[in-house]
Nanobody, 120 residues
Framework: VQLQASGGGLVQPGGSLRLSCAAS????????MGWYRQAPGKQRELVAG???????NSADSVKGRFTISRDNAKNTVYLQMNSLKPEDTAVYYC???????????????WGQGTQVTVSS
């Protein structure tokens, strides 16, 4: 099982970016998918999560600006980020709680991370 994140980049304050993360491989089922971020010198923190049924949660710092969504048919989770601020600068990681067809047990898989830089 692999998760491939994409969509990061450099954007000015107030701008927008859309991150994508596609899961592939021997997947039987995916439950929660989510996005975390880690800024330099800080701990990794939850940004937003979404269940297979579409129930979402997000950090207070991004509420009203970031929207998480997913396409279950494509095993893909998205993070639409609007009104970006310099403090949103971080490496963004996606993850998924996945049952693989090989061992048929839950495991959390992580993507490789994508850099988001908000700067003028």
């Amino acid at each position: 099982v692999q998760l491939q994140a994409s969509g990061g980049g450099l954007v000015q304050p107030g701008g927008s970016l859309r991150l994508s993360c596609a899961a592939s491989g021997s997947i039987l089922r995916i439950n929660v998918m989510g996005w975390y971020r880690q800024a330099p010198g800080k701990q990794r923190e939850l940004v937003a999560g979404i269940t297979s049924g579409g129930i979402t949660n997000s950090a207070d710092s991004v509420k009203g600006r970031f929207t998480i969504s997913r396409d279950n048919a494509k095993n893909t989770v998205y993070l639409q980020m609007n009104s970006l601020k310099p403090e949103d600068t971080a490496v963004y990681y996606c993850n998924g709680d996945i049952v693989s067809t090989k061992d048929r047990s839950w495991a959390r898989y992580w993507g490789q991370g994508t850099q988001v830089t908000v700067s003028s």
